[in-house]
Nanobody, 119 residues
Framework: QVQLVESGGGLVQAGGSLTLSCAAS????????MGWYRQAPGKQRELVAH???????NYADSVRGRFTISRDNAKNTVYLQMNSLKPEDTAVYYC?????????????WGQGTQVTVSS
């Protein structure tokens, strides 16, 4: 089994910063893509950013230039540095890992962490 544990959410004023992290543990051979999604109340879950091993991050237009995704393969961890936060960034943020186990590839989700940006 693989477990993803997120941390770093919270309440911040507009213009502030937060850093989210998500660490995977368990039976892991290789992690292909690591990503962050978010879901605001009444809205569908949307991709925020994702990063493949050895590549730069890709971002949603709404966060490009403000958010930075990075990964530490040795720690099986992905980070999301969020700067210049806006009230519309308020959502539950979920990490997602595409993990190779043997000859199979599986998607795993974190439990979600709340980010609230006050105006």
């Amino acid at each position: 089994q693989v477990q993803l544990v997120e941390s770093g959410g919270g309440l911040v004023q507009a213009g502030g910063s937060l850093t989210l992290s998500c660490a995977a543990s368990g039976r892991i051979f290789t992690i292909n893509t690591m990503g962050w999604y978010r879901q605001a109340p009444g809205k569908q879950r949307e991709l925020v950013a994702h990063i493949a091993s050895g590549s730069n991050g890709n971002y949603a237009d709404s966060v490009r230039g403000r958010f930075t995704i990075s990964r530490d393969n040795a720690k099986n961890t992905v980070y999301l540095q969020m700067n210049s936060l806006k009230p519309e960034d308020t959502a539950v943020y979920y990490c997602n890992f595409e993990i190779v186990q043997g000859i199979q590839v599986y998607n795993y989700w974190g439990q979600g962490t709340q980010v609230t940006v006050s105006s």
